[in-house]
């Protein structure tokens, strides 16, 4: 990791001032679902009914205070999963990430494997667990032939799978956020090698090593009756392309309604598009969603150990027919402190750039299951 050279000087130089407290953590969890899918006839060939994915994923962390207000801590997060449509942890179907950070009155540096600046700091539409409004585990139960991504083929987005500025995953960074001001965080990520397989990049693209600069900021505001929260975002991939996102939530009692938006476009000096390739690891239009947008809505209600969201996902293509519909009633109940149940529908509809049957997909997926936290 290019990058991990530079944690633990910067870690280490939080030593100046005189240590007060270590604080050493161990949590984790567990999502064990199972999902019926029913999909249109003419995809039933290339679809099973039943689905059983679960994952696994364990959080290690020791963080240090110093007087003043300094801090600095360090983080390893470990996952894994199986029966995962698209493989996107990010060494594949195991993974970790490994990451530090140094608070200070002046703001916060995080160095490692981490989502930019634009993700941290996004708000959009309320979704209960367990699968998502953006980048939606939906996919496990009915695929999405405009996503795909295995560890020992290729990765394809034809369309983007978020709102978020994700393109570069979890790609080691350097990342630095403002001290609140006036209801106001702003944040700033480098990432040296956008490559990455939480990410959208496929590492067999032109410009999969090349850099790329995120800015973001985040204002919440106490409206009286409600309490409102907007996040803006920009993105230079370079060589790849240009990113814009942009989010609201508002928030009163137990409601909460929001949603987001991402524009990405190619400019004139950046490579084009795929659209015609032989190579079988950068197929045709795998880059697609480098042109294209992304919105979500949604309603969320909590009360007391019940949460439930409806939301609406949908993502296109600029200059082809891909495109993305998710519509999803989710629902989380906290059993106890250390187990919920989760019980989802959805109803999906994933179109491709022709009438190939496996460029499409149509339907419904019922979900359960039960999630275990420590």
Known sequence: MKIAKFIMPLVLAAGTAS??????????????????????????PLNQNNHYPASGFVYLSAE??????????????????????IQNFNNGSWGKEIYASISAPWGQWVIGETFN???????????????????????????????YRRNSTYTSFKTLNSTNINTDGVAPKISYYTPEFYGTTVGVTYTPDTDNRRGLV??????????????????ETDLGFANLATSVGYGIYYK?????????????????????YRKTY????????????????????????REGEAWNLGIGYRFGPLQTSLTYFEAKAENTDNQDKILMLANEFQLNKYVNIYAAAAKVDFRGENDDIRNNNKGYAFVAGVGVDF
């Open 266 to 289: 190619v400019d004139g000096s950046d490579y084009a598009i795929t659209t015609n390739s032989n190579d079988p690891k950068a197929p045709d239009l795998f880059d697609n969603y």
């Open 19 to 44: 240590a007060s407290e270590t604080i050493l953590d161990v949590a984790g969890g567990a999502r064990m679902l199972y999902g019926y899918s029913d999909v249109a006839t003419r995809y039933e």
């Open 240 to 260: 790849n392309d240009k990113e814009f996102s942009a989010g609201m939530a508002l928030q009163r009692g137990n409601w909460t309604v929001g949603g987001s």
């Open 64 to 85: 240090q205070d110093f007087d003043n207000g300094y801090s600095a801590a360090v983080y390893l997060d470990l996952m894994a999963a199986s029966d995962k449509e």
């Open 117 to 147: 600046a634009a993700v941290q700091l996004a708000v959009g539409a309320p979704s209960a667990e367990p699968l998502g409004v953006n980048n939606s585990d939906i996919v496990d139960f009915i695929s999405n032939p405009n996503w």
């Open 202 to 219: 496929n590492r067999f693209a032109k410009y999969a090593r090349d850099d790329a600069y995120v800015l973001a900021a985040v204002k």
